[in-house]
């Protein structure tokens, strides 16, 4: 039986993995479930799967959690500290899914154990990829990209000598506001983010996908994974959110994957890796879909792409920096304190101040370095979102 944890587990990419392994129940072996406020799904999950421990990120909730599995004989944690340790529970298989910063941590921990790391967390490689990176090598474990483009190039390298790949496309849908005029998004509201043509995903990222902010960090992601060079990783509009990436060789050949747009693809091909195995997703009708259409990035309207540039150009700790300071804006904006497009204006200011500061970014990509950069970036950002208000 395969050992496997759940970071994340309450959030929309854990329940569809969740949905992948209570389909082969027999063939698992739950070990950790972690979730932040829904306790009541994290403790229904950890009583379904005979989880061995449940952990809320919440220290305050752990109470409730307790009550909540009372009699079930699933263990109870809480707070980030306890997030870390989960990771340390030896598992075969670990998915790591927990929105935002605080995924890192628990991430790092789980590759020290060695194991096999899914990572639908993105903001881990964004903020500290080379740490990442260089702790699987240290102790043999495996990355596996969840993300859906990351995923697809992954499968298109498969075989392939990545000396012969002259370009990685990865693709964007545009969201909700792929056509708007500058102006109009503006005045875009936190609902109108919300409504993605295409995807069903947690909130932050489904506002993130219309600001293309999620595409950016997607770059950076893209560049920390496969360590291609930033000029040879490129952004294409595609409206139907089929094709996901495509890798382009030196003889010309480009490769295309193309899927349905459903995470358990993603999900259930790093659950299944090396092999292929059956997964309850759409089967495209390429025939009745007709069309699939591609369209250039506009960076003026979606400056979050041309910063990407830069933080990829910058290196060290700007993707630290970028992450943070994207957070707090990103929060804002659902908070209705800033405009859809002063997101990109928040960062830019952060990106612009932190760069000037002596050893901050060029520092050393550590935990502790990390966790600095990403303080000093979250006051700048609150600082930038102040000023904004003032001038209303
Ligand atoms: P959700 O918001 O749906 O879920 C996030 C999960 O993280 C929940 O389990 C949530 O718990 C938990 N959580 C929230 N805050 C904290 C915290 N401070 N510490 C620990 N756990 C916390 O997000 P998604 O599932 O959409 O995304 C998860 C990650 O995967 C993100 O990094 C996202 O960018 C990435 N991703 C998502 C895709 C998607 O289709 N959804 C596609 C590709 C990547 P609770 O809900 O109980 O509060």
Redesign the pocket.
């Known amino acids: 039986m395969r050992r496997v944890s759940v970071?994340?587990?309450?959030?929309?990419?854990?329940q569809n993995t969740l949905d992948l392994i209570r389909r082969r129940r027999a063939e698992f072996k739950v070990v950790a479930l972690?979730?932040?406020?829904?306790?009541a799904?994290?403790a229904a999950d950890a009583r379904e799967f005979g989880a061995d421990l449940a952990v809320?990120?919440d220290e305050a909730r752990l109470g409730e959690l307790r009550e909540a599995l009372a009699g079930s004989g699933v263990e109870a944690a809480a707070g980030?500290q306890a997030?870390v340790e989960a990771a340390e529970r030896p598992a075969d298989w670990i998915m790591s899914?927990?929105?935002?910063a605080?995924?890192l941590a628990p991430g790092l921990k789980a590759l020290e154990q060695g194991t096999t790391l899914a990572l639908?967390?993105?903001?881990s490689l964004v903020t500290a990829g080379p740490l990442l990176m260089a702790t699987a090598r240290a102790h043999g474990a495996t990355i596996l990209p969840?993300?859906?483009e990351h995923s697809a190039v992954f499968q298109g390298l498969i075989g392939e000598d990545a000396a012969s790949v002259e370009r990685v496309i990865i693709t964007a849908s545009g969201g909700p506001f792929r056509d708007w005029p500058v102006g109009q998004l503006a005045r875009a509201t936190l609902e109108q983010a919300l409504n993605h043509p295409n995807?069903?995903?947690?909130?932050?990222?489904t506002i993130?996908s219309a600001s293309m902010f999620?595409k950016a960090?997607e770059l950076i992601e893209t560049h920390e994974f496969f360590g291609f060079p930033p000029e040879q990783i490129e952004v294409l509009v595609h409206p139907e959110s089929l094709v996901h990436a495509l890798v382009g060789f030196n003889d010309g050949a480009l490769m295309a994957h193309i899927g349905p747009a459903d995470?358990r693809h993603?999900i259930g091909f790093a659950l299944n890796w090396p092999e292929r195995r059956h997964l309850p997703v759409e089967r495209l009708d390429l025939a009745r879909i007709g069309q699939l259409r591609f369209q250039a990035p506009d960076e003026t309207r979606f400056p979050a792409l041309r910063l990407a540039r830069e933080v990829m150009q910058t290196g060290g700790l700007a993707g630290a920096v970028f992450n943070a300071a994207k957070e707090r804006a990103l929060d804002a904006f659902i908070a209705g304190k800033i405009g859809f497009m002063d997101m990109a204006a928040v960062v830019e200011q952060v990106l612009g101040s932190l760069s000037v500061r002596p050893g901050l970014i060029q520092g050393a990509i550590t935990l502790d370095n990390v966790a600095e950069a990403d303080h000093l970036a979250r006051v700048g950002a609150s600082e930038a979102i102040r000023a904004l208000q003032a001038k209303g």
């Open positions: 970071f994340g587990a309450t959030g929309s990419i854990g972690t979730g932040g406020a829904n306790i799904q994290l809320t990120a980030a997030l899914a927990i929105v935002g605080a995924g639908a967390n993105k903001e969840v993300d859906s995807w069903v995903m947690g909130q932050r990222i993130d999620n960090l995470m993603a």
